[in-house]
């Protein structure tokens, strides 16, 4: 199973890249196949036409048979318009009494065209408007053009209407199926649209809100360190002369408290930077209280701790953090 995987694979791309080119390029895929219906259906009978009707009507021959099959060019792209000009083409041909020809058989695409891309009435209508096309032109060949005998001609003329208005039913159908399909991947296309922008919104939140996590996380990092190294840096000053012993504590306070705030700083900016670029160490929590009751100690401050009661269950890290920074900022603001 796993190879016959592999093997489909690579034909699947190159399907869906012929596929998606047809549709970004349809209006030149359509015209060529119109040139080709014409150099089919047409051009072999062009060299007729001015040979048995002379100049003039040979060139409105086939100016007409040329509209039955040209505007195909624009069956999906305005397909109103084209189907009009093809059906008023079948009524002057009609009316006209020419003979049928191999272009006739493109009123099989308008209807097709017209199910499948039209609007709705111009769907129905071209259906019905074929059907009675169908219907008028062969009681007028076969009445009024070679046979006489009506018995024989009115067998003919509902077999042969049959047989063509099945074909043109196929036709709208297959047309009707290919809207519908069309409105179901429309439909698709425009869910998984919103869904892609819903999923961008929830990252671009995501996103924010991280930055504000860390905005406030270096914010109490800073605030904390750096009024915990004021207070040291002014009593090393007070003391340095008469206590250096006191003094070189003093600083060596102000070097552990500056080394500790600047690693924390590198661990909030490694989010920013690629996973695998950066390391990650668990962010404070109660635990590290006892750190903060020292290094305010440290910096001369008389302060004790006192617990109470027994933890039941280990809260969430969001808790333990938010504890931490609560008590960080107390330290602070006495700092102050």
Do not use: C
């Amino acid at each position: 199973m796993a190879g016959d995987a592999e093997a489909g694979a690579p034909t699947g791309v190159p399907r869906r890249r012929v596929y998606a080119w047809f549709s970004a390029h349809r209006q030149l895929v359509d015209a060529l196949l119109a040139a080709l219906l014409w150099l089919i259906m047409v051009a072999p009978f062009v060299a007729g036409f001015f040979a048995d009707s002379g100049f003039l009507l040979g060139g409105a021959q086939t100016v007409l048979y040329s509209a039955l099959v040209i505007p195909l060019a624009w069956r999906r792209t305005a397909p109103t318009p084209s189907g009009i000009i093809i059906i008023a083409a079948y009524l002057i041909q009609y009316a006209l009494q020419l003979p049928i020809l191999l272009a006739n058989t493109s009123v099989f695409w308008v209807v097709y065209a017209l199910a499948a891309y039209g609007p709705r009435w111009l769907s129905y209508t071209g259906l019905l408007a074929s059907l009675a096309g169908a219907a008028a032109a062969i009681v007028s060949y076969s009445f009024f053009g070679v046979s006489t005998s009506l018995l024989p001609n009115l067998a003919d003329v509902l077999t042969a209407w049959l047989f063509i208005g099945a074909f043109l039913g196929i036709s709208w159908l297959m047309g009707d199926l290919a809207r519908s399909r069309q409105k179901i991947v429309s439909s698709l296309e425009e869910r998984a649209y919103r869904l892609e922008m819903e999923r961008h919104q929830e990252r671009e939140l995501a996103a924010a809100d991280e930055r504000n996590r860390i905005a406030r996380e270096m914010h109490d990092i800073v605030a904390h360190s750096l009024s915990v190294v004021i207070a040291q840096a002014d009593g090393a000053r007070y003391v340095a002369r008469q206590n250096p012993a006191v003094a070189e504590q003093t600083l060596k306070t102000i070097a552990t408290t500056a080394r500790e705030s600047l690693a924390e700083m590198r661990r909030l900016l490694g989010v920013l930077r690629a996973p695998e670029a950066t390391g990650t160490h668990p962010l404070p929590g109660l635990a590290q209280i006892d750190q903060l009751v020292d290094e305010l100690r440290d910096s001369g401050v008389a302060v004790s701790t006192e617990r109470v009661g027994q933890r039941r269950m280990p809260l969430p890290a969001g808790a333990e953090l938010a504890a931490y920074r609560f008590v960080q900022e107390a330290f602070t603001n006495v700092l102050k």
